[in-house]
């Protein structure tokens, strides 16, 4: 298995422009996570799907930033308008469920956003 | 200025010898602990994880003890190896219905010396 996918790795903007992140999970996850990592906040949870649908998006930062799972196999997370403070570490997990308490999450590398 | 941010706490060890990462949680409601393991430009990766009916759980060169009464998750890592060398994360989940929701903590840097 390939694992959880992420693109772009690294990905540089400007201020106000649309940023797109994307995440293929692992097949056969029912649950996708989108996580935050800046110095500041440690890892942040922003929003997580259960078989598609938006399930908790309690940490989604502003209404700039929306989240959508549109299949099993596929996530976006957009900024629109991007800010310098958005600039971190963005990654996308995804985790077997279950009835069995099979919660451990399956990182993907990451998205780097620095928006200038 | 001088920047600010989270002060990881940070272990130094020599290659050979064993470490123990701790980890204080916040949350007397959760359930479920997991430690992961961050190398420098990756994604966090499961180590081991344990329910919180158990007190101790080992792994390969891993051993994880809960003491729920204080609220506190330890990782030993036994003759750690340069490999080892990354920054370590426990993470607490809460129920069921909320599964695979983590809490993380602020993470512990662990440097193995040759």
């Known amino acids: 298995d390939a694992g959880v996918i992420q693109s772009p790795r690294h990905e540089v903007t400007e201020m106000g422009q649309e940023v797109t992140l994307r995440c293929k999970p692992i097949s056969g996850h029912d649950y996708l996570f989108w996580y935050r990592q800046t110095m500041m906040r440690g890892l942040e949870l922003l929003i997580y799907?259960?078989?598609?649908?938006?399930?908790?998006d309690s940490g989604m930062p502003e209404d700039r930033f929306s989240a959508k799972m549109p299949n099993a196999s596929f996530s976006t997370l957009k900024i629109q308008p991007s800010e310098p403070r958005d600039s971190a570490v963005y990654f996308c997990?995804?985790?077997?469920?279950?009835?069995?308490?099979?919660?451990?999450?399956?990182f993907g590398s990451g998205t780097q956003l620095s928006v200038l | 200025g001088e920047s600010v941010g989270l002060h990881l706490p940070t272990l130094s060890v020599q290659e050979g010898d064993n470490s123990i990462i701790n980890c204080a949680y916040s949350n007397s409601a959760s359930d479920y602990f997991i430690w992961y393991k961050q190398e420098s430009g990756k994604g966090p990766q499961f180590i081991i994880d344990?329910?919180?009916?158990?007190d101790k759980r080992q792994g390969q060169r891993v051993t994880v003890l809960l003491n729920k009464t204080v609220k506190h998750l330890s990782l030993q890592i036994a003759a750690t190896q340069p490999g080892d060398s990354a920054v370590y994360f426990c993470?607490?989940?809460?129920?069921?219905?909320?599964?695979?929701?983590?809490?993380f903590g602020d993470g512990t840097t662990l440097t193995v010396k040759p």
């Open positions: 997990a995804s985790s077997p469920g279950g009835g069995n308490r099979n919660e451990k999450l399956f």
């Open positions: 993470a607490e989940n809460i129920g069921q219905t909320n599964a695979g929701k983590s809490t």
């Open positions: 799907f259960n078989n598609n649908v938006p399930i908790d």
């Open positions: 344990i329910r919180s009916n158990m």
